[in-house]
């Protein structure tokens, strides 16, 4: 194999393509539309950043604030975590605009994620955003779809594929010349993104680049830059395979529609009528009918708390909770939020097997499609995915679990069981304990948990690229002289 011959052809396939105003044009309008999702994702990180920044101190200050309290009421009170963006999600958006930004965290209750951006719109953005990931998984494709179908065939129709051949081109010299030029043209494209990219990211991260922010930017790219190779070897294969660039073009266009719209929708139905999921309602609901049949921590004479004040008392030995060193009503709503956050948790767990179970058609169709496979990679990247959003909320209750039971342990160590008097101790304490609370800080999980959740988009991309290749050098060469 000749890399001198595999050049020139790469060189000739660049030539040929920069001649045509068609893909001139084209590549120029996909060049801006780059450029201005870039400017758009940039404006969205900067400008969804500032505001969450700014209502989280806001959240803060307002809660060290806060006067002298009974701890159960501070407690009720609550807090607002919000879900910050990362660096890199001004590349690809995800599910951001659709998963909600903030979650008010109160003892007893767990509150779903709200104030999504689509909530605020107009419903166009139902219909997809303009986003640097979209315009390279979607809109590259095409071109590249446009630049090779005609890159064997063409050669065949014209008769110079005998030519070359008598010439000393090998047949996979040639497929390689033709996939390598090809591969070049849409990396004008790419570069320059790249560029760009490496350039916000900094800027997004302060110029304080961490080691596993850099590892994803690393994989982000590669995967993109795999996700292009597939496609180039897809459009010359498809090429060779027919007779005709018009049959080629055809096909590839075909290939298209269905990678782009009618798999991904088609997936996602599939999973959805097979294992449906239930509505907010029903799901509140069953948590409450549960939690009636667990005890009802407000009614003194349910039969689980009254089982638990006779174990308190006996505990402590004594005869009643006026006795009692510690505040018994403390104690009730520390096992209350015990046995609710446990019944939620245990609904919950079952609503996300069941969304894993709906998604898992979508991953396995990574295997039918490309488009898939880059992504949910690129979403788990980016920090724009289902998985970063679950435990964003799992992280949220941790937190709001560890409140409620922080002010009940405070109740039941500084609040007195009888009526205030002169010597009693106070229904209030000092505001100085609400500040030994830490601040909600949501930490993103490393590319190592990240790569681990998308193993099959990676082996996807990966049997894509080793199928096509081993096609491209077997299947098709049996073609070459038709």
């Not at 951006?117 to 095409?142: C, D, K, T, W, Y």
């Amino acid at each position: 194999m000749s890399f001198h011959k595999i050049f020139l052809i790469a060189k000739l396939t660049w030539i040929t393509a920069l001649k045509s105003r068609a893909t001139l044009i084209l590549t120029l309008v996909l060049g801006i539309a780059l450029f201005a999702a870039t400017y758009i994702g940039w404006q969205n990180f900067k400008t969804q950043n500032d505001q969450r920044t700014k209502y989280k101190a806001l959240v803060r200050e307002k809660w060290l604030a806060k006067p002298d309290k009974h701890p159960h009421r501070m407690a009720h009170y609550g807090y607002l975590a919000f879900r910050p963006k990362h660096e890199l999600s001004f590349f690809d958006f995800g599910i951001e605009s659709f998963a909600g930004v903030s979650i008010f965290l109160e003892a007893h209750k767990q509150n779903t994620v709200n104030f999504s951006e689509s909530s605020f719109s107009n419903g166009i953005i139902r219909f997809g955003e303009m986003s640097i990931a979209m315009i390279l998984q979607v809109l590259v494709p095409l071109l590249i779809f446009f630049l090779g179908y005609k890159s064997i065939s063409a050669e065949r129709e014209n008769g110079t594929l005998k030519i070359l051949f008598c010439q000393g081109v090998k047949w996979s010299e040639l497929l390689l010349g033709k996939i390598v030029g090809i591969i070049s043209v849409s990396f004008v494209l790419f570069i320059p993104v790249i560029c760009i990219t490496i350039l916000l990211w900094a800027m997004l991260s302060n110029w304080q680049v961490s080691t596993d922010a850099a590892q994803r930017l690393i994989f982000l790219l590669t995967g993109y830059a795999l996700y292009f190779i597939i496609c180039s070897c897809l459009a010359v294969l498809v090429s060779a395979w027919h007779r005709t660039s018009r049959g080629a073009l055809t096909v590839l266009v075909v290939l298209w529609i269905i990678f782009i719209v009618i798999l991904p929708k088609a997936t996602q139905s599939l999973g959805t009528q097979l294992y449906p999921s239930p509505s907010k309602i029903e799901f509140n609901a069953a948590i409450e009918k549960e939690l009636s049949k667990q005890g009802d921590s407000h009614n003194p004479n349910d039969p689980h708390y009254e089982q638990f004040k006779k174990d308190i008392l006996k505990k402590y030995k004594v005869d009643s909770t006026s006795q009692l060193s510690v505040n018994y009503g403390g104690l009730v709503m520390a096992e209350g939020e015990r046995i609710s956050a446990q019944i939620y948790q245990q609904h919950q767990n079952r609503l996300v097997q069941t969304y894993i179970k709906q998604n898992s058609f979508t991953r396995a169709a990574a295997f039918l499609n490309p488009y898939l496979a880059i992504k949910n990679l690129s979403m788990a990247l980016t920090g724009a995915d289902y998985a970063n959003y679950l435990d964003f909320q799992n992280q949220t209750e941790k937190f709001r679990y560890d409140l409620a039971q922080k002010m009940n342990a405070l109740q039941i160590e500084h609040i007195s069981n009888v009526k205030q008097g002169e010597n009693d101790k106070p229904y209030t304490i000092s505001h100085k304990y609400w500040s030994e609370l830490p601040d909600f800080k949501y930490q993103f999980k490393t590319i190592n948990w990240v790569l681990k959740n998308e193993v099959y988009s990676v082996v996807a991309l990966m049997v894509w690229f080793t199928l096509l290749m081993t096609l491209l050098f077997t299947i098709t060469k049996k073609l070459k002289t038709l």
